[in-house]
């Protein structure tokens, strides 16, 4: 017997408030995990969660970590609105850099200020075609996304292994997997002394409020909400499926593309083995925790980056491990989504009998 | 139709077969039983009458353990029972015939049988009793086959079978004629008064008061999940009968003449296609007409090719341009969206989930197929123009929910049907298709839906009706086809037909000039 039955009317407030709910019995359980490790929550929350934001340079951490995840964020939402799951925008991730980085590398010493747009384009290219593949297989072989994004996640992977430890290896690199550091015209400025944030986080400041109007108003997103919520409405209203395929994938394969330029051509400087640590998954929850909303996703974002950034605090500070960030983010998502359950459902009451 | 059944002869005295006493059911939204009576003698006919939404498919499921009541009891042969699943209603003798069938079609009829059965079984033994069974009570079947080359009565036997095996005492039947021709009536009526001479109770669930008057003993009247009274229904005219259904008169459409040309507006020639479903039916050779100012029906038993058809003329499926031809184009290739641009509207038969999207709002819902209606400029949505659309649709088609804002899953189905075919109808079609107009709709939004579109086609517009209500299109159609087993026949005005000849081609015995030899079918 099924222990829940769905809610007549779903509380619009409680959808809202579930992130919230979510985060709150995240630090919950996030206390139990640190008492049972010996330390004290409220100094640990206090290494995770303030320390980091008590500098400048914890703020522009920040927005270096929250604008990859912001930009994927965004575009994985139009798909997720449509059903179509991109869980591979890692893979684009990567391909994009290494396009943007191809660039970077064929016109190491040319000191123009075209390089790091064309970079830019090149990275958005080549994301988008990396999404591109996946979208040909649905609508010509339906084969479901879901995999193929995933499986061309690790095929990238393995593309760029081979790139850095092949024909882009930097020659004086002591035979390290890495090309050679790039140029200033290939690199986005930073804009502090001594801090790493710079003006890619603009892209995904523009992306944002691009997406916010695209979605809340456009005939296109309309389209690709009512094929994710009632297909059959969509081929009776004559919306075309395929096209909700392709729009999903190349646009989310498009902003993870130029979040992996924005990574070689800022904060890493180069190509090698650890341009993301993990962006393009963890962009999944931040979607999700943004209730697939442009605005909601900037603030799941920064919460995301924030975890990160905790993350890493806590492992100099409080000699926690690595794991303790994606121990985080997993309780973020699992707590989300049943919060999200309980939304839409509530528990039944047991069936009594007929009589007493 | 209209002979009367036999005396009763069961004991109106004595202990009722089964005794229901003040049964009451809650959902999250709505009452679907509240303080039920309902007694049933032995060898006794009873019908149980309503509307959809009445009550009564909830009152049989917990007659049948499928679900528990909230309070009231049950009394079966004088003793107080409790029924917490269908096992024990069987264990008890209850059977129970449901609406939608629930066989496997890829097994035999008697291996779908076996599944059934709660005790153990050996199947060559049990074919012999399915075989036996089967012809006594004139439901002739053979156990071998494999069910999915049975028609929809022939299932229905399966189902009926399945339940005389156990030999029950008490046998529900949830609107068992809506599958079946009016032949097939007939022979199942004649099934039923035989198994109750024999002593077995029947419950007869229908809102077809013709079916109830020829066939049960006495019914009980439900409304908004309540009682309202108790009838002998030969004693009973169909008009009262639906007073106690309704609580008021039925209502009558109005069907003037059309004055304007009666040029052919959509045609369709030499249709044909294989289905995408393993189980689905192929269209053979499809050729009709509708004309301006009337309205074509075609009745048949769905499962015979309408929803091949219908995606067909809508442009959910699309084939050869000159197949459907609309005003003269060729639009057999076009996609639904492309149709309803030049003039093509449609009504689906599902109306949560292909007609509106159930979480969006009606004003939401109206760009969905309207969106050529102004509701969108240069690619960007118009919420104004939407809401404005919506409201203006609420208001002419006397839609009663909260508002353009309401979500569409919250409505009833009448008035969601009310809200589509009022959104279909204002994007002034030169053509339209409907499909189960009236299926699941209140008696009330039912007659306004069929004058509304009396009325819209003696404006001048052709409309196509796609129908399991036999009754409904003779009274809104000027000429009838029948779609059987993936054929079409040749549409008939209605005054030179009636319910048994329909009825005969329903089976698929099409006259000889009534069928087309796909000769000339499309490559």
Known sequence: MPLLEPRPTPSAQMRLLAPLIAIGLTLAVGSLLFLSLGKNPVEAFGVFFVQPLSSGNGWSELMVKAGPLILIAQGLAIGFRARIYNIGAEGQLIM????????????????????????????????????????????????????????????????????????????????????????????????????????????????????????????????????????????????????????????????????????????????????????????????????????????????????????????????????????????????????????????????????? | ?????????????????????????????????????????????????????????????????????????????????????????????????????????????????????????????????????????????????????????????????????????????????????????????????????EGVSILYISHKLHEIQ???????????????????????????????????????????????????????????????DPFGTRLKDIALEVRRGEILGIAGISGNGQAELLSALSGETTGPADTVILSGKPVGHLDAGRRRKQGLTFVPEERLGRGAVPPMSLAENATLSAHGMGLVKKGFLRPKAAWAFAKTCIERFDVRCGGPGAAARSLSGGNLQKFIVGREIMQKPIAMVVAQPTWGVDVGAAAFLRQTLIDLSREGVAILVISEELEELFEICDRIAVLAEGRLSEAVPKAQTNAEKIGMQMSGLFSAADTREPAHAAA
């Open chain 1, 96 to 356: 994009g850099a290494l396009a943007g980085g191809g660039v970077a590398i064929a016109f190491d010493g040319v000191d123009a200020w075209w390089v790091l747009p064309l970079m830019v384009i090149a990275g958005a290219i080549g994301g988008a075609l990396w999404g591109a593949i996946p979208a040909l297989l649905r609508t010509r072989f339906n084969a479901q996304e879901t995999l193929t994004t995933l499986m061309l996640a690790y095929v990238a992977t393995f593309a760029l292994s081979y790139m850095v430890n092949g024909p882009w290896r930097d020659p004086e690199g002591m035979n390290f997997p890495q090309s050679i550091m790039f140029g200033d015209p290939a690199l986005f400025a930073p804009w502090f002394e001594g801090m790493r944030v710079n003006a890619a986080i603009l892209i995904a400041a523009v992306a944002s409020v691009a997406f916010w109007i695209f979605t809340s108003r456009s005939f296109l997103a309309y389209q690709l909400t009512v094929g994710g919520l009632a297909p059959a409405a969509a081929r009776y209203a004559g919306f075309s499926a395929n096209r909700t395929v392709w729009v999903s994938l190349v646009l989310s394969g498009l902003t993870a593309g130029l979040a992996g330029v924005g990574e070689v051509a800022g904060p890493v400087g180069q190509l090698n083995l650890n341009i993301s640590p993990g962006y393009g998954f963890a962009a999944i929850i931040v979607a999700y925790l943004g209730r697939l909303n442009a605005i909601g996703i900037v603030l799941a974002g920064l919460l995301m980056a924030l975890l990160y950034l905790g993350g890493e605090a806590a492992q100099v500070a409080l000699q926690l491990p690595a794991a303790i960030t994606g121990l985080f983010q997993g309780m973020l998502l699992f707590f989300l989504l049943g919060a999200d359950v309980f939304v839409d459902y509530r528990l039944k009451s047991r069936p009594k009998p007929a009589y007493a």
């Open chain 2, 1 to 197: 139709m209209s002979t009367s059944p036999p005396p009763f002869s069961g004991p109106p005295e004595g202990t009722p077969r089964l005794e229901l006493t003040g049964i009451t059911k809650r959902y999250p939204s709505v009452v679907a039983n509240d303080g039920v009576y309902l007694k049933v003698g032995p060898g006794e006919i009873h019908a149980v009458l309503g509307e959809n939404g009445a009550g009564k498919s909830t009152l049989m499921k917990i007659i049948y353990g499928a679900v528990q009541a909230d309070a009231g009891q049950i009394q079966w042969n004088g003793r107080e029972v409790v029924i917490a699943n269908p096992s024990e209603a069987r264990r008890l003798g209850i059977g129970m015939v449901f609406q939608h069938f629930s066989l496997f079609e890829t097994l035999t009829v008697v291996e779908n049988i076996a599944l059934a059965l709660d005790e153990p079984f050996d199947l060559k033994g049990l074919a012999a009793r399915v075989k036996e069974v089967s012809t006594r009570y004139g439901l002739p079947l053979d156990p071998d086959r494999l069910v999915y080359s049975l028609s929809v009565g022939e299932r229905q036997r399966v189902e009926i079978v399945r339940c005389l095996l156990q030999e029950p005492q008490l046998l529900i039947l949830d609107e068992p004629t809506s599958v079946l021709t009016p032949q097939a009536v007939q022979k199942l009526f004649e099934t039923l008064r035989r198994l109750a001479s």
């Open chain 2, 214 to 276: 020829s066939l049960c003993h006495s019914a009980t009247v439900m409304r908004g999940g309540k009682v309202t009274g108790t009838a002998t229904p030969a004693k009973e005219t169909p008009a009262s009968l639906a007073r106690m259904m309704i609580g008021r008169e039925l209502p009558v459409c109005d069907v003037p003449a059309f004055t304007g040309e009666a040029t052919p507006a959509l045609t369709v020639r030499g249709l044909s296609h294989e289905p995408d």
